[in-house]
């Protein structure tokens, strides 16, 4: 193997190595990092919700006729955020934007406004969850679990 060709795939695993590290950066959202529920749930009894923890955001929840079985986790890496129309902040997974998008935006301390648009047909259906935060001592021993599982550092 040449020395042109050393250097090319030398190269080639710094681009690789460097491109791993800057795809996690820390994302500034409007929202405290933390778990974060319906505002119609009670924080010591809830079994679904979304983490945020400042590089991923995403459902965290049990489920099951009971939500006995789980929990399960559904937390994507936030490559880019961007300010949007009416005080949103549009969240970005995967490097691209796409049809649909996943907004948020802070509306109190420990409160928010979580907007989702999908695609359907040949129109964007939007729906609204009005978010609280919990405190990790406000949550049942079950979700306290899943905290510790899927969001460690959050888990205090």
Not at 10 to 34: D, E, Y
Not at 102 to 129: H, N
Not at 140 to 153: G, L, N, T
Request: with cysteine.
């Amino acid at each position: 193997m040449g020395v042109s060709m050393r250097r090319w795939i030398m190269g080639l695993a710094v681009l690789a190595g460097s491109a791993t590290a800057a795809a996690q950066p820390t994302i500034k959202l409007p929202i405290a990092p933390g778990f974060w529920t319906n505002d119609g749930q009670k924080c010591g009894s809830v079994h679904y919700g979304y983490i945020y923890d400042g590089k991923r955001w995403g459902s965290v929840y049990y489920y099951g006729p009971t939500q006995n079985l789980g929990p399960n986790a559904e937390l994507q890496p936030i490559t880019q955020t961007r300010a949007v129309a009416g005080g949103f902040t549009q969240m970005q997974f995967g490097g691209f934007d796409g049809a649909g998008y996943f907004r948020v935006k802070a509306t109190a301390p420990d409160r928010a406004l979580y907007r989702v648009g999908a695609p359907f047909r040949d129109e964007i259906q939007v729906s609204d969850e009005v978010l609280i935060r919990c405190s990790y001592q406000a949550m049942s021993p079950k979700m306290k679990a899943a905290m510790r599982r899927f969001a460690p550092a959050l888990a205090k």
